[in-house]
């Protein structure tokens, strides 16, 4: 299979990616706080998914999430913990530095 529309789908959403830390850092400006934006973020989020997950139906294992290992939960803190922070080092250090200090700590990581 060639993988080209993979990484095609993968510049896009590197795209996107960084397109979101200074929309949620408009946001912030414009209601007065960045973690108001990012929960408005997280709740448009949150929206989407549902709508998804209604039109699509894929299969879940809703019995399965009591047994998972409480450290997997930490993803959304995480998800929530980089809106916050992007938009908040967005406007401070520009989108250039920004991303490159992410992709920094994706290598140490």
Known sequence: M????FVLAAIAFGG??????????DVARRIGT?????F?????????SVVYMLVVRPPLAFGALPGLPWHLWFAGAIGFAF????????PILG????????VAGQMIV
Do not use: D, E, M, R
């Open 2 to 5: 060639p993988k080209l529309p």
């Open 16 to 25: 996107l990616i960084a397109l979101q830390p200074g929309l949620n850092a």
């Open 34 to 38: 960045p973690f108001g934006a990012a």
């Open 40 to 48: 408005l973020s997280t709740c448009v989020a949150f929206v989407v």
């Open 83 to 90: 809106v916050v922070g992007a938009l908040w080092l967005a």
């Open 95 to 102: 989108a250039a530095l920004l991303f490159a200090s992410l």
